[in-house]
């Protein structure tokens, strides 16, 4: 078969079946996966060829990439569990309730910043499996949390894990290859320069669209999970999250001009806490009136899954600084660094025994998987628990009944990944080297059909394949590996700068991962909620599609400058669209939020309710709703329109 559209719609059919069934028809992951798997394997086999070896080989390769994942999640659970155990999660909580009780500046803070920092060291869904169960320990909702989480995956994801995306992605992708070696040369330079050339595109792209992201957390928390459903409560605090978001994209840009594709996301994130960290303690830009959730009683149940850590801490927990009750993330913090950047600690973890080689799994050359057991993230949280256990003199009992949820909660995460990942190496697999029909993979089959509409406009369709591929293959990594030299054909082909294409790929690929299911799997397992994939990606898609868009009108006029053309246009569409939404935004009353239990009859109101809400709906652990300033919480903005709260 030889007709691209026909053979790009059925390249199409596994994901489109994983994302009807998911956001469609909300089924759980653990029941959608296996239905993709099977769709893929029918049409790797009679469309692609592929020999039933090859299946079955690029299936135990997902398997033991789906361990490696339920290793993280595994360890994240356990750094969860301990420090609730340990009464460390009580001290953190009124920590951060003593800078602010507001649930937007503390996403902000926890996700946007913290998030970004160990994004920058570690990557590969790390901060998913960080923050939520951090925030969910301060008190959000499970889906809440994992949503913050999910939607910090965008800025910093393109210079994770100390620049993998661009040092390996995009350089393994272009490395070699002929028309990418002329381009080299008639730049002038060699290929790191090329990388840090594309880097730079990239960094500047990501500060351009990803300033509004921290405003667009909170105002999709605010709009999900208030009491009226009001996105404007979330552009209230517009002023804080801009200084949030310039924080660290400046330097992050900075970084990336001066120092190259390393660090951007590291010491952006890094600088961005430090500043607003000290400018927040002291009030600067934080928000007057304090937003918080509904009392936790009237949640609704799928807002929540199995963990609540504030219920299970010891009853007379033993005090704690603040500093020894944060010991552990800077532990991590600091194992991650170390262990990214020093080439000999580096090269130690990844080598020798410490990495077990699957080779040419099932006879099948080419297809193996290594598993780097002490440098995956999970052994870093495990080592972590270990030391814990001595900084806050826990006791047996505790750290046994650590070991138990956590493992308890694994479970929940597995049916899903171990079908997940056998998905996605099919589907990358079965390209030509493990197929008789010749064709190209199901992704680059994709992509060639996406060029073949686009033409000339290929600019601002490129994001857009980048985040399939991450969406696929639920890594930026990855996605550039599979795509970079088709953007960079592509441009040549319609005489268009392709450096800036790559870039532009580089960006959609770290979009894309805000809607990967086996990270949506992983950062919901860490905080004991699954099950709800489809309703998280409905709200992470959102923000994809802002991103994409925004990337490809900026790639557009990059490319062919302002001016009276289809560029410009497409990029004063996509602004317009921006600001219409947000003029909606504010203008909107909110309405009640039908997701929310009644009242109990007898609360007499929000008042009353609060001392029963308590620890799950702020206050850092006491039952007072009572903000910084003396005043009552509330999840409300001001609007004189709508009356006054009959809460």
């Known amino acids: 078969m030889d007709n691209l559209a026909v053979l790009s719609l059925l390249a199409l059919a596994p994901i489109l079946t994983v994302g009807v069934l998911l956001a469609g028809l909300r089924w759980p992951a653990k029941r959608a996966m296996p239905v993709g ?28 990439v789906a361990l490696t994942l339920l290793y993280i999640v595994f360890g994240a659970l356990l750094l969860l569990e301990t420090l609730t155990k340990s009464g460390a999660m ?6 951060f309730t003593s800078i602010s009780p507001d649930r937007r500046v503390q996403a902000i803070i926890v996700g946007w910043l913290f998030g970004s920092f160990i994004e920058g060291a570690s990557g590969f869904g790390t901060p998913a499996a960080v923050v939520a169960p951090l925030l969910l320990a301060l008190g959000f909702p499970a889906m809440a949390a994992v949503m913050v989480g999910l939607i910090i ?23 070699g290859a002929g028309p990418v070696e002329d381009r080299i040369a008639e730049l002038g330079t060699d290929l790191p320069g090329f990388l840090e050339r594309i880097g730079l595109q990239v960094a500047l792209l990501h500060a351009t669209i990803g300033t509004l992201i921290p405003l667009i957390l909170a105002c999709m928390l605010t709009g999900f999970f208030g009491e009226r459903k009001r996105f404007a409560d979330g552009l209230a605090v517009a002023p804080f999250a801009l200084f949030a978001a310039f924080s660290m994209t400046v330097p992050y840009v900075l970084v990336a001009w001066l ?17 607003v960290m000290f400018a927040s303690s002291r009030g600067f830009l934080v ?46 913090a600091a194992l991650l660094v170390l262990t990214r950047t020093i ?52 006791r047996g009992p505790e750290i046994a009944a650590s070991w138990k949820v956590a493992g308890g909660q694994l479970a929940g995460a597995a049916v899903a990944l171990l079908f997940a990942l056998p998905l996605v190496r099919v589907f990358i697999n079965s390209g030509e080297t493990y197929n008789e029909s010749g ?10 059909g996406a060029a073949s509409i686009a033409g000339d406009a290929w600019p601002a369709f490129a994001p ?55 990270n949506i799997v992983a950062a919901s397992a860490t905080v004991g909620l699954v099950g709800r994939e489809g309703d998280l990606i409905r709200k992470t898609i959102l923000p994809t599609i802002y991103y994409c868009l925004l990337a490809g009108g900026l790639s557009l006029v990059t490319i062919y400058g302002f001016g009276a053309n289809v560029s410009t246009l497409w990029l004063a569409l996509v602004l317009a669209g921006v600001v219409g939404l947000v003029l909606a935004m504010r203008r909107a009353p909110g309405k009640p939020n039908d997701e929310l239990e009644p009242a109990p009859a007898a609360a007499g109101g929000r008042g009353s309710a609060a001392g029963a809400g308590g620890r799950g709906s702020g206050g850092g652990g006491s039952g007072s709703r009572a903000g910084r300033d003396g005043r009552p919480h509330t999840d409300l903005g001001p609007d004189p329109a709508s009356g006054p709260d009959e809460r």
């Open 153 to 175: 995956q965008s800025t910093p994801v393109s210079f994770g894990a100390v620049g993998t995306p661009i040092l390996v992605g995009v350089n393994g992708g272009l490395a």
């Open 439 to 448: 064709l190209t993979s199901m992704p680059l089959t994709l992509a060639e």
């Open 343 to 394: 080439d000999p600690v580096t090269e130690f973890l990844t080598t020798g025994w410490r990495v077990v080689n699957v080779e040419n799994i099932l006879g099948v050359e080419g297809i193996s998987q290594a598993l780097q057991v002490v440098y995956l993230p999970g052994f870093l949280f495990i080592v972590t628990c270990l030391l814990t256990y001595g900084l806050h003199r826990m």
């Open 259 to 275: 120092l190259g594709p390393e660090f951007p996301s590291l010491l952006g994130g890094l600088t961005g806490l430090v500043i």
């Open 287 to 332: 928000p007057k009136q304090v937003w918080d959730f509904p009392p936790r009683q009237r949640w609704a149940h799928h807002w929540m899954g199995s963990l609540v850590p504030e219920d299970e801490e010891p009853v007379a927990a033993r005090k704690m600084s603040i500093w020894l009750a944060w010991t552990p993330y800077v532990v991590v």
């Open 90 to 95: 009580a001290t953190i909580r009124a920590g």
């Open 464 to 518: 857009w394949i980048g985040a399939l591929g991450a969406f696929v293959a639920g890594s930026n990594t990855v996605s550039n590996l599979m795509f970079s030299l088709f953007q960079f054909s592509t441009a040549e082909q319609i005489g268009v700068t392709p450096e800036t294409v790559v870039a532009t790929q580089a960006v959609g690929g770290a979009a894309g991962n805000m809607i990967t299911v086996h």
């Open 37 to 64: 798997f099977v769709v893929v394997v029918l049409v790797a086999f009679f469309v692609w060829d592929m020999s039933p070896t090859a299946i079955a080989a690029s299936a135990v390769q997902g398997l033991l």
